[in-house]
């Protein structure tokens, strides 16, 4: 089973400043994806960027980029010039490609993401 | 264009009751799924439907079921509710299968089991 395991339960920054929020997962799969998805406390959970496991550019979204490490099964999202709207639970989550098959998303607990005035 | 939508927004239920959740998916998807949210912890993957069937569950209990209608909508059925499944409850869409298409989610229901 695949597992994806975020070991910062609380990140905090201050505005304009840079942060990275760690990811790591488990699989035996060789082709996947992995999102990063935010949730502020209006619970709608929103996709902020994905990555295709076969790409090896790292994906960059306006100030949202990935370091994407295959062989570490490593996953952080780095946030540039941090903006109070920013401020939310941030998941990290893994689908499996499996030709067309019904996969759900495997999330990670969340990174709770202050950011200071 | 609306976004997915799920109704109530909230609601309180006593153990041992049944309890229905409702999806409408964005217009022209196909694809809807269900996932479990329990406080302070990730969603867990509950069930995907494509076409009214069901294409994928997650390890969830047979006290968890679901349907698709003809016009794409979904319903979620919980039977003898237990206090462990007090959660939010999130229903996504996506335009089919195909692992490129991105999933919608709604906002969620807030299920309370007391």
Redesign the interface.
Known sequence: AQT?TQSQPEMSVQEAETVTLSCTYDTSESDY?LFW?KQPP??????VI?QEAYKQQNATENRFSVNFQKAAKSFSLKISDSQLGDAAMY?C?Y????G???????????THLIIQP | DAGVTQSPTHLIKTRGQHVTLRCSPISGHKSVSWYQQVLGQGPQFIFQYYEKEERGRGNFPDRFSARQFPNYSSELNVNALLLGDSALYLCASSRGLNQDYEQYFGPGTRLTVT
């Open positions: 994806v994806y998805y209006s619970r709608q959970m929103i996709l994905r998941f989550a689908r499996p490609y499996s067309g098959g019904a996969d759900g998303l495997t999330f990670g607990k969340g």
